[in-house]
Structures are given as C-alpha cells and as structure tokens.
C-alpha cells in the first residue's frame, strides 16, 4: 500500500482535531530545561500540581542544572511537594541533572540534540533512573525538538476505540505505528500529542462523551457505555 494511503486516517484524525479543538501550544515551559523538569514532575500527577512546584523552583532561583545538584534532597523535595511523590521525583529529578551535567550540557541541555542520531540519544535517556518511555520521548519532543512520537493512556484508549490500533500492544509498537505514517516532523508530533491529550481530557473519558466528540462520525465504538 503507499505510503500516503497508509498515512491517511491518522492525518485525518490530527486535521479534524486541529480544526475543532485549535492549536494547543505545547509544552508549557520557558526554557527546554523547564520542559525537562516538567517532564520529570507530571508523572502520575496534574498539571497543575506541577506548575507549583516549578513556581517553587523559580522562587528559589533553583530551576538549573547547576542549582538543583546543590540542594540537599530535603530541600528539593519540599520544593517539588506540590508534584506529589516528592522523594521520588527528588531522587529522579538529581539523575537527569547528573546525567545532563556527565554529558557537558548542564548549561544548555538542547546541545544534547546536536550531531547526535535520536535512537541512540533516547537510549541513553533510558538509562537514567526514572525515565521511562514516555517521559523520554517527551523530553525529545518538547525539550530538544527531535521527531520522537510521545505515547500515553490517551493515545492507547483513543485509537483502540477508534480501530486504528488493538489496544493491547507495547508502548513502542504503538509508537512505531505513529512513525510509521506520519512525516518525521517534530511540529505535527507536537501538535497531534497535544490534540490527543486534549480529545482524552474533555471528549473521550473512561465514560465518552461521545455526542459532542470532534471525532463521532469516525468511530466505530461512538456511543460506548
């Protein structure tokens, strides 16, 4: 099948999304360091829990490399208390510093982005404590603008109601489905990762409200209880 056939459902399902919903200005964050902490500091928690504790971070003139490396892990951790499993994060959060600082750019975490392949960056980002896939990808994506499909619980109950995947597979066979068929273009893997989350949030719920869905007419599980 040719390649643009086979890209065609999943770029009708980011185009309809877009023009309902509108573009949704993703991620949050200053700088890519920000992006990167916030990355770190979303798992298993709102949004707005993070934005405390970076508020937090700020405050206390913290949010660098350098700075977090300084404090205790008391002193991080009630920083970033608002984040939830703070010890953890703390703990997380010192790993990917460290790992910025071994790689020489402590100071300007995107030259992680440069000369280097992504597979073997993001391999490498695997490798620090408490980054898992998602949060790597993220960093990729938002942090350092690489083409690296984020896939979360959104993406895997939208597709699967919507049929374009089972629902049931690994995180990076999903990932490559995403890949697969789409241009490797970091400006639309932002954006469609944005609209998911968006469409999950408000539309597509454990419970869908499927009657004011941007999607209905595509789904074939539109209406499930």
């Known amino acids: 099948m ?3 056939l086979e890209a065609a459902p999943w770029l009708a399902v980011h185009d309809r999304l877009l023009a309902a919903l509108g573009a949704q200005h993703w991620w949050p964050g200053e700088t890519p360091f920000e992006v990167m902490v916030g990355a770190v500091l979303t798992q298993n928690t709102a949004w707005s829990n993070v934005e405390r504790a970076i508020a ?9 490399v350098a700075a977090i490396l300084r404090l205790g892990d008391g002193e991080l951790a009630a920083l970033i208390r608002p984040a939830g499993y703070f010890n953890v994060k703390t703990r997380r959060l ?3 510093c460290g790992f910025l600082e071994r790689a020489g750019v402590g100071g300007d975490p995107v030259r992680l982005a440069r000369g280097g392949r992504l597979p073997a960056l993001r391999q490498r980002l695997l490798e620090v404590n408490g980054v898992g896939e998602e949060t790597a990808d993220s960093i990729l994506l ?4 690489l083409p690296s499909f984020v896939v979360d619980a959104y993406t895997r109950r939208i597709f699967a109601r919507l049929g374009l995947i089972g629902g049931a597979e ?3 066979h999903i990932r490559r489905t995403f ?12 954006e469609y990762h944005a609209l998911i989350v968006a469409l999950g949030k408000d539309f597509c719920r454990p419970k869908p409200r499927c009657a004011s869905c941007p999607l209905v007419d595509l789904c074939p599980r539109r209406g499930l209880e």
């Open 179 to 190: 890949m697969d068929r789409l241009p490797p273009d970091p400006a639309l893997y932002n």
């Open 170 to 172: 690994t995180y990076a």
């Open 56 to 64: 937090n971070l700020k405050a206390a003139d913290a949010l660098s």
């Open 142 to 145: 938002y942090a350092l603008g």
């Open 94 to 96: 010192k790993a990917l």
């Open 2 to 4: 040719p390649k643009h």
